[in-house]
Nanobody, 117 residues
């Protein structure tokens, strides 16, 4: 059973920055896709960005140029550097881990990001 522990959410003013971290435990699977999704109140959970084991990145158009996803050396830790935050970026951010062919999919508990205007 993979467990995902997120950290780094909080309150920031518009234009500010936050860095989210997610560490996976309970797995030695280094071939995976890890990413960040977000869900605002009353809206669907949507992909922010993900990264596979060889560093290929997929990100939403709304965050390109502002958010950067990266992996730690152990390949089971990811980060999301969020710059130039906007009020519309406010949401609960969830870490996601997918094994090859999406056979197993895991979610973190979520971390709140609040952006004041």
């Amino acid at each position: 059973q993979v467990q995902l522990v997120e950290s780094g959410g909080g309150l920031v003013q518009a234009g500010g920055s936050l860095r989210l971290s997610c560490a996976a435990s309970g797995t030695t699977v280094s071939i995976n896709v890890m990413g960040w999704y977000r869900q605002a109140p009353g809206k669907q959970r949507k992909l922010v960005a993900d990264i596979d084991s060889v560093g290929k990145i997929n990100s939403a158009d709304s965050v390109k140029g502002r958010f950067t996803i990266s992996r730690g050396n152990a390949k089971i830790t990811i980060y999301l550097q969020m710059n130039s935050l906007k009020p519309e970026d406010a949401a609960v951010y969830y870490c996601n881990f997918r094994s090859p062919l999406n056979i197993n999919v895991y979610w973190g508990q979520g971390t709140q990001v609040t952006v004041s205007s």
